[in-house]
C-alpha cells in the first residue's frame, strides 16, 4: 500500500487531480468520491497497479504516476502490457526512456518502424526529448553514423540581432532546448567530443539549403516557425540509410503575418505518403507540472471561443 500512495500519500493527490476525484483512507479501503466514470478509474488504477506489485515487478513513484496518466486518458489501457512488453523501456545513453502515455509510445513506435516522423502537439508533450532519444540510441548502436539537430532561427517576440559574436553564436539561444535534451542524455565530455568531431551536428535549418543527409538521425524541432520552402528543402534532404523526426506546435506559430506555416502545410501534403507516420500529441500527453497540463486546456478553450489574447 505504501508503494502505491507513495511517500505522504502523494500518488494519491496525484489522481485526484487527474481525475477530478476525492480520495481518503478508511482502515484498509480507499473511498472514492466523484463521477462514477471517473471513479472507475480510480478502481483501474488501483487493481492493476496492485497486481504488478503483486507480482513482484518494481515500480518507482514515476512509474505509478505514468500509469495514472494512462488510466486517465485511457478507458481500456493495460498498464501490465504497457510496463511489461518487450523493448518498452529504452536506453538512451545513461538515461532508461519509457513512454508517459498512449501516444508517447506510438510515438516512439512510429520513429522505430518509419524513416519519417512527424510529432505535433502543445509544449510538455515530450516531442523533442523522446526524439532525441531515439536518435542517441540509434547512433550508440552504430544504427546510424551521426545525429543533425536543426531548428528554424525564428524569434518569438525577441529580438536578439544586437547580441555580439558570429552566425553560430547568434543561433545558439534559439538551438539551446536541443543541447539540453543531449546533455540530460549524454555525459557532458562526451556530448562535447561528438559535437567537436562533427558526429552530433546543432544547426539553424538555413545550413541544410544543398546537403544530402545520409546514415543520420536527423531531427527538426519547432517545425512550425519553418517557412513552405524550408519544409520542402529538409524534407528532400534525406538520403540513404537516414531517418527524420519533425516536431511542432501548431498553436505556437511565430512566423510573420502572412506567411504558411510548413508544418501546417506539409501534414496536408505529405502526411498520406506511405513510410511517413504523423502522432498527434494532446493535453492529456502533457509530462511536466500538472499546472501545465491545464494551462494547454485554457488555451485551447480560449482558441475555441475566439477569446482575444493580448
Given amino acids: 500500500m505504501g508503494a502505491l500512495f507513495g511517500p505522504y500519500d502523494e500518488n494519491l493527490r496525484h489522481v485526484e487531480a487527474?481525475?477530478?476525484?476525492?480520495?481518503?483512507?478508511?482502515?484498509?479501503?480507499?473511498?472514492?468520491d466523484g463521477h462514477p466514470r471517473?471513479?472507475?478509474?480510480?478502481e483501474?488504477?488501483?487493481?492493476?497497479?496492485?497486481?504488478?506489485?503483486?507480482?513482484?515487478?518494481?515500480?518507482?513513484?514515476?512509474?505509478?504516476?505514468?500509469?495514472?496518466?494512462?488510466?486517465?486518458?485511457?478507458?481500456?489501457?493495460?498498464?501490465?502490457?504497457?510496463?511489461?512488453?518487450?523493448?518498452?523501456?529504452?536506453?538512451?545513453?545513461?538515461?532508461?526512456?519509457?513512454?508517459?502515455?498512449a501516444n508517447q509510445r506510438l510515438y516512439?513506435?512510429?520513429?522505430?518502424?518509419?524513416?519519417?516522423?512527424?510529432?505535433?502537439?502543445?509544449?510538455?508533450?515530450?516531442?523533442?526529448?523522446?526524439?532525441?532519444?531515439?536518435?542517441?540510441?540509434?547512433?550508440?548502436a552504430k544504427k546510424v553514423s551521426r545525429i543533425i539537430l536543426a531548428r528554424p532561427a525564428v524569434e518569438a517576440g525577441e529580438k536578439?540581432?544586437?547580441?555580439?559574436?558570429?552566425?553560430?553564436?547568434?543561433?545558439?539561444p534559439y538551438l539551446r532546448p536541443l543541447y539540453d535534451a543531449l546533455?540530460?542524455?549524454?555525459e557532458v565530455e562526451r556530448a562535447e567530443r561528438l559535437l567537436e568531431r562533427g558526429t552530433i551536428e546543432v544547426a539553424p535549418i538555413a545550413f541544410m539549403r544543398g546537403r544530402t543527409l545520409n546514415d543520420a538521425f536527423v531531427i527538426l524541432d519547432e517545425a512550425q516557425n519553418t517557412t513552405v520552402e524550408q519544409m520542402k528543402m529538409f524534407l528532400t534532404r534525406l538520403g540513404f540509410g537516414s531517418k527524420a523526426v519533425v516536431t511542432g506546435d501548431i498553436t505556437q506559430i511565430d512566423l510573420p503575418t502572412g506567411r504558411t506555416s510548413g508544418l501546417v502545410d506539409a501534414l496536408k501534403i505529405v502526411s498520406g505518403i506511405e513510410?511517413?507516420?504523423?502522432?498527434?500529441?494532446?493535453?492529456?500527453?502533457?509530462?511536466?507540472?500538472?499546472?501545465?497540463?491545464?494551462?494547454?486546456?485554457?488555451?485551447?478553450?480560449?482558441?475555441?471561443?475566439?477569446?482575444?489574447?493580448?
Avoid at 471517473?38 to 480510480?42: F, I, K, M, S, Y
Fill in 108 to 140: 516512439l513506435d512510429a520513429i522505430e518502424q518509419h524513416d519519417i516522423v512527424f510529432g505535433v502537439g502543445p509544449a510538455g508533450t515530450g516531442k523533442t526529448y523522446l526524439a532525441m532519444a531515439q536518435a542517441v540510441t540509434a547512433l550508440l
Fill in 44 to 101: 483501474q488504477w488501483v487493481g492493476q497497479v496492485s497486481g504488478l506489485l503483486d507480482e513482484g515487478h518494481p515500480l518507482s513513484d514515476t512509474d505509478i504516476k505514468t500509469a495514472a496518466q494512462l488510466v486517465s486518458s485511457h478507458d481500456t489501457v493495460d498498464l501490465q502490457e504497457h510496463f511489461l512488453k518487450d523493448g518498452q523501456m529504452r536506453q538512451a545513453g545513461r538515461k532508461r526512456i519509457m513512454a508517459k502515455s
Fill in 183 to 186: 546533455y540530460d542524455m549524454l
Fill in 275 to 310: 513510410g511517413i507516420a504523423v502522432v498527434r500529441f494532446d493535453d492529456r500527453d502533457v509530462v511536466r507540472h500538472r499546472l501545465v497540463q491545464a494551462i494547454v486546456k485554457a488555451y485551447e478553450a480560449a482558441g475555441a471561443q475566439g477569446a482575444p489574447r493580448g
Fill in 160 to 172: 536578439l540581432g544586437f547580441l555580439p559574436g558570429d552566425l553560430q553564436e547568434k543561433v545558439n
Fill in 18 to 32: 487527474l481525475l477530478n476525484v476525492r480520495i481518503r483512507t478508511q482502515g484498509h479501503d480507499l473511498v472514492v
Fill in 38 to 42: 471517473d471513479t472507475a478509474r480510480v
